[in-house]
């Protein structure tokens, strides 16, 4: 027994050795996940408790799951969980398949140089920050001198300030956020369709098949792969808004706009910022993250039954 114990332990050490390289690749992101997400789990124990600064995470009263009642019925987290699925509902869905139909029409431009210099184009958006969006924005939507509304006035026209108006905003949010990653999720859907053997594009052309055809008989079946992987990584992070983009559009202290644009990062930032409300602040980030991971959780299973070659895990 002791001898299978130490020829494994051996074997373990030999792999180690023989992997050195990639793992010392790999030692930044492994360092950047113990130090950002092992390490502050302890924390999650504000979610339980009615913390004190004088006492202390560990030394504040134990109040059980009041904080996580408290939010429930109060219906603030059924509201923002409610936007904040839907945001990332039209961000995957929206997204996914104007990436594909991005990666396809790239695929099927045959002059090299104009294919080069659009995705170079299309991919510039994804380096833009979210801070300088917000200003473009508010340089284009603002009533005094913005311009769709100086626009519509010279037009004749009249508007309602759009920063007053809750009802837009889930379009200009989701248009902004398609503008800004599309060019970028393109790239992967179109190095997935590079990856196709070129002898089934010339088998095809031999049989005949137009341009319609090898879309839908030889690249999509192969895209399908990758969307499944793709989707399933997006689901995990379904209750995890763009933070960055809600808040510079649309802020957090402008009342009127967030019955449509308060998400839960919002309200987090909100709450630790504005109210100093820990307690609140962290029963929301662990509902958060438990239920992102049931999610995850629920839809390789899904998967797995359907095609297992597509699971994760």
Same mark, same amino acid.
């Given at each position: 027994m002791k001898q299978k114990v130490q020829h494994g332990k051996n074997r373990l050490a030999k792999k180690l050795w023989d992997n050195r390289i990639l793992i010392l690749m790999c030692t930044p992101a492994i360092l950047f996940f113990i130090v950002f997400a092992y390490i502050p789990m302890p924390g999650v124990y504000i979610a339980f408790t009615n913390f004190r600064y004088n006492l202390g995470i560990f030394g504040s009263p134990f109040v059980g799951f009041d904080n996580f009642r408290f939010l429930f019925l109060s219906g603030q987290l059924w509201a923002l969980t409610r936007n904040t699925i839907l945001y990332n509902l039209a961000f995957i869905l929206l997204g996914n398949f104007l990436q594909i139909f991005v990666a396809i029409l790239l695929n099927e431009i045959g002059i090299r140089t104009f294919k080069k210099v659009t995705q170079t184009i299309m991919f510039l958006p994804f380096f833009i920050s979210p801070v300088l969006i917000g200003f473009l924005a508010f340089g284009i939507l603002n009533s005094d001198y913005g311009f769709i509304p100086n626009l519509i006035q010279s037009m004749g026209g009249t508007h309602e300030s759009f920063y007053r108006n809750p009802a837009i905003w889930p379009f200009i949010i989701v248009l902004v956020h398609l503008w800004q990653s599309t060019g970028y999720g393109s790239i992967i859907y179109f190095a997935a369709i590079m990856a196709i053997d070129p002898g089934i594009y010339e088998a095809a052309a031999i049989d005949g098949a137009s341009a319609f055809q090898r879309i839908r008989y030889i690249i999509l079946p192969h895209l399908r792969r990758t969307v499944v992987i793709l989707i399933l990584f997006s689901l995990g992070g379904i209750l995890r808004g763009n933070f960055g983009l809600f808040y510079n559009l649309v802020g957090t202290a402008n009342p009127i706009l967030q019955p449509t644009t308060d998400i839960i990062? =919002? *309200?987090? /930032? @909100? %709450?630790?910022? $504005?109210? /100093? $409300? *820990? =307690? %609140?602040?962290?029963a929301v980030g662990l509902y958060q993250s438990v239920f992102g991971f049931i999610i995850v959780i629920t839809a390789n299973?899904?998967?797995? @039954?359907?095609e297992k070659d597509y699971a994760l895990f």
């Open positions: 990062e =919002t *309200f987090v /930032f @909100r %709450s630790l910022m $504005n109210q /100093f $409300n *820990f =307690t %609140s602040a962290a299973a899904i998967i797995k @039954r359907i």
